[in-house]
């Protein structure tokens, strides 16, 4: 659009997505602070920037379990299990296997910066996003507390709330880039300011919708 500030980047997509369905279900989840770009050697700063970010979103996702109709008729479904992992009983939303649930994302990303510039290592820094948001696979993918173990669940953290089994079942994802235009808070401590290089707010559309319909899916329909 002529005069537009933004920068749209389509990272993947199925066209099965191009045709709305009645059996889609979608929200809408929020961020703001730090989003640093992924790095080739894991560090424990980046185990923990992506778990500080996994409990951002956990309240967002926990009371979207308690108000959206389609997933209140799935708790306590048998086959809506939380998965025990590492500690933590993690509960998706998204999820292959039986329920065959599959999403896509369309996110609005602000950063500071020109226009031309906002879309600089995209690539790294949805990559830490949504490792943040699926279940994690390994004990190295969680911080480790004092004891140099793996950090277990807070008591509200159980069952822990994601969006994700894991990011393949990310079958779209479309990005709207444009100009911060003011100060972004540090979430875990309010009184500091994100660095303008890695601060960001988020706007994530999620839709998500049944691969295959059947009896433990048929709320999403």
């Known amino acids: 659009m002529p005069g537009s500030s933004d920068a749209r980047v389509v990272l993947r997509w199925d066209p099965d997505w191009d045709e709305p369905s009645e059996g889609d279900m979608e929200f809408r989840l929020t961020y703001e602070g730090p989003l640093y770009a992924q790095n080739n050697r894991e560090s424990p700063g980046r185990r923990k920037h992506k778990h500080d970010l996994r409990r951002y979103f956990h309240p967002q996702l926990k009371a979207l379990w308690t108000k ?11 086959l809506w299990p939380p998965y025990r992992r590492e500690g933590f009983n993690w509960q998706p ?22 226009p031309g510039g906002i879309l600089t290592d995209i690539d790294n820094r949805l990559k830490t996003l949504f490792d943040a948001l699926q279940v994690v696979e390994r004990p190295s993918d969680l911080p480790e507390g ?26 779209g994802v479309s990005v709207v880039a444009d100009t ?42």
């Open 180 to 221: 911060l235009l003011g100060p972004v808070m540090d979430p875990i401590d309010k009184t500091k300011v994100v660095p303008p290089e890695n601060a960001v707010r988020l706007f994530i559309t999620v839709t998500a919708r049944p691969y295959r319909v059947h009896m433990d899916n048929l709320s999403l329909v």
């Open 68 to 78: 959206h109709p389609a997933l209140l008729d799935l708790r306590g479904n048998e």
């Open 146 to 171: 004092p004891d140099g173990q793996p950090i277990g669940p807070r008591p509200n953290e159980d069952p822990f709330y994601v969006l994700l089994e894991n990011d393949r079942l990310i079958t």
């Open 93 to 114: 939303i998204v999820r292959g296997g039986l329920p065959s649930v599959f999403c896509r994302l369309d996110i609005l990303m602000l950063r500071h910066g020109d």
